[in-house]
């Protein structure tokens, strides 16, 4: 069993930045045995793949935030971020983490000016 806890979000204004994170806890063992995505959902549409980061530290980017998005992983932590910058108002969206078939809670990330 794995619990993945969120935190960070909120709201941002259009070209800047704000990060979540995801904490592992469990039986399963550390974060750094399997890889974790970030995905999203957008009122109306059907969740998106973010980016993921695999266990050797690889990161994976969806098209619509390659260059703006950053996932990164601290071990000593057993925590996965995503660091999203230039914000955009299609970024707006419930964000959630997963890690083989769990899930966290999901995190409210809203864009406006």
């Known amino acids: 069993q794995v619990q993945l806890v969120q935190s960070g979000g909120g709201s941002g204004q259009p070209g800047g930045s704000l990060t979540l994170s995801c904490t592992a806890s469990g039986t399963i063992g550390s974060m750094t045995n399997y890889p974790t995505a970030w995905y999203r959902q957008a009122p109306g549409k059907e969740r998106e793949f973010v980016a993921s980061i695999s266990s050797t530290g690889s990161p994976i980017y969806g098209d619509s935030v390659k260059g703006r998005f950053t996932i990164s992983r601290d071990n000593a932590k057993n925590e996965v971020y995503l660091q999203m910058n230039s914000l955009k108002a299609e970024d707006t969206a419930v964000y959630y983490c997963?890690?083989?078939?769990?899930w966290g809670q999901g995190t409210q990330v809203t864009v406006s000016s």
């Open positions: 997963k890690q083989l078939q769990f």
